[in-house]
C-alpha cells in the first residue's frame, strides 16, 4: 500500500511564496517520477512539475521560471517551491507517484488528497 503525504498549502497574496512537500511511504519501484498536478475549479486536471529518480524535471510552460521541483530520494519526499505566486496559480494541488516495474514494466500511479493553494489579495 503506498500512500502520499502532502502539506504546504495555503493562503498568500500575489507575488508570495510557498513551498508543498510529498512525502511516499510504503513499497514501490526506484523507477518512479514524482510531481504535482493542479486542478482550478472548472478546469481539467494539469501537470505543473515533474522530476523522475533520474533526476529528470518538467515543467509546465505557465510555471517555468517561477516553480522549481525538488526531491530527497532517501527520504521519497519531493518538494515544490513556489514563487512569484499569481492569481491564476489558485487550484488544489495534487502530489502523483508514477513508478514502472523493472521487469514487467508495468506502471502505477498514485495520488495524494490534495492541498490548496490559493493566490489573492
Known amino acids: 500500500q503506498v500512500q502520499l503525504v502532502e502539506s504546504g498549502g495555503g493562503f498568500v497574496q500575489p507575488g508570495g511564496s510557498l513551498r508543498l512537500s510529498c512525502a511516499a511511504a510504503?513499497?514501490?519501484?526506484?523507477?518512479?517520477?514524482m510531481g504535482w498536478y493542479r486542478q482550478a475549479p472548472g478546469k481539467q486536471r494539469e501537470l505543473v512539475a515533474a522530476?523522475?529518480?533520474?533526476?529528470?524535471?518538467n515543467y509546465a510552460d505557465s510555471v517555468e521560471g517561477r516553480f522549481t521541483i525538488s526531491r530527497d530520494n532517501a527520504k521519497n519526499t519531493a518538494y515544490l517551491q513556489m514563487n512569484s505566486l499569481k492569481p491564476e496559480d489558485t487550484a488544489v494541488y495534487y502530489c502523483?507517484?508514477?513508478?514502472?516495474?523493472?521487469?514487467?514494466?508495468?506502471?502505477?500511479?498514485?495520488w495524494g488528497q490534495g492541498t490548496q493553494v490559493t493566490v489573492s489579495t
Open positions: 522530476m523522475s529518480s533520474g533526476g529528470v524535471t
Open positions: 510504503g513499497s514501490f519501484s526506484k523507477i518512479n517520477t
Open positions: 502523483n507517484l508514477h513508478t514502472r516495474e523493472p521487469v514487467s514494466f508495468r506502471s502505477f500511479d498514485y
